[in-house]
């Protein structure tokens, strides 16, 4: 159900990508609008992976470096037959964890020093077996292709707007084209927001999927319920110093704490995560 629904909601953004582009600017406006979504898919496919690692200072850890956490990973591979991906810690005392990477073969899951230090085996174990299903479904290749989308029409309606508040729309036809100026500009406001509640709707979905993925890799639904409950209460209380564009990477809202923030989170609540997986328990 949860793939049928990212589909769905997937085609709907992409039809409102290119309704957005023929109102701003007619049929060229729909092309414009599609090759600026392909070239921005295209570079975050590629880099999104080293530019989001880069960003919270993760560093590579090898089997050395840290035994514990590779045999988790390497065990939680073999069950999901994905190939063994890159491992990073984040060095700080917030307790979270994000998956990132093209595709399977090209994949990395970053943990934070503070959740290492916090859970138990098998509240870690819950922890990424969730990111490798992440991996293991192609999500992060979905997620990027669904915040550039989103982010093509953001941008669409910024043009729309500027024309319509400096007469971009108006002209000859004096009324007319005043009124077809106003339906832009109205539909400038709306369009970003029809996008943002598709993009955390898919986002939502992504997230209940990777949580019944773990549970069912680990074979213990009640390690992540744990996990979840611990991480939500760390976020609480000490906020990941995050991105609002990067926050839907991670397993809970970094922002949590910050109650504006966590209006559009592109997490589901966590009480909702954790009654499912104890009912799968």
Same mark, same amino acid.
């Given at each position: ?29 729909? $092309? ?8 921005? *898919? ?7 992976? #080293? ?41 700080? *005392?917030? /307790? ?6 093209? *595709? ?11 959740m290492l230090n916090s859970l138990k085996r098998e509240e870690l174990q819950g922890v990424l077996g969730h990111e490798l299903s992440h991996v293991r479904n192609r999500d992060i290749l979905i997620s990027t292709i669904v915040a550039t989308i989103a982010g093509a029409i953001m941008m669409l309606a910024d043009m729309a707007r500027w024309a319509s508040l400096f007469g971009g729309y108006g002209g000859r036809d004096g009324e007319n084209n005043r009124g077809g100026g106003f339906a832009v500009l109205f539909l400038a406001i709306l369009a970003p927001i ?5 993009? /955390? ?28 409950? #611990?991480?939500?209460?760390? !976020?609480? !209380? ?22 504006? !923030?966590?209006?559009?989170? $592109? ?7 954790? #009654? ?6």
């Amino acid at each position: 159900m949860n793939y049928f629904k990212t589909t769905v909601l997937l085609i709907a953004l992409t039809l409102l990508l290119v309704w957005v582009g023929s109102m701003v600017g007619g049929r060229q406006g729909a $092309t414009y609008a599609f090759a600026i979504a392909m070239g921005m *898919n295209f570079f975050s496919y590629w880099f999104s992976d #080293k530019i989001v690692l880069k960003m919270y200072g993760a560093k590579e850890v090898s089997e050395q470096d840290a035994p514990s956490l590779y045999e988790i990973v390497r065990e939680l591979v073999a069950r999901a037959g994905i190939p063994m991906p890159r491992v990073y810690i984040i060095p700080t *005392n917030a /307790m979270n964890a994000f998956a990132t990477g093209r *595709n399977p073969h090209h994949a990395a899951v970053a943990v934070t020093e503070g959740m290492l230090n916090s859970l138990k085996r098998e509240e870690l174990q819950g922890v990424l077996g969730h990111e490798l299903s992440h991996v293991r479904n192609r999500d992060i290749l979905i997620s990027t292709i669904v915040a550039t989308i989103a982010g093509a029409i953001m941008m669409l309606a910024d043009m729309a707007r500027w024309a319509s508040l400096f007469g971009g729309y108006g002209g000859r036809d004096g009324e007319n084209n005043r009124g077809g100026g106003f339906a832009v500009l109205f539909l400038a406001i709306l369009a970003p927001i029809a996008a943002l509640l598709i993009q /955390m709707a898919i986002s939502r979905s992504r997230e209940y999927a990777a949580d019944k993925g773990g549970a069912l890799l680990t074979g213990n639904p009640l390690g992540l319920a744990g996990a979840l409950e #611990k991480l939500q209460q760390a !976020a609480m !209380a000490r906020p990941m110093d995050a991105g609002q564009t990067t926050a839907h990477l991670f397993i809970v809202n970094p922002l949590s704490g910050r109650s504006f !923030a966590a209006i559009f989170s $592109t997490h589901p609540p966590i009480e909702e995560r954790i #009654k499912r997986l104890r009912a799968m328990a």
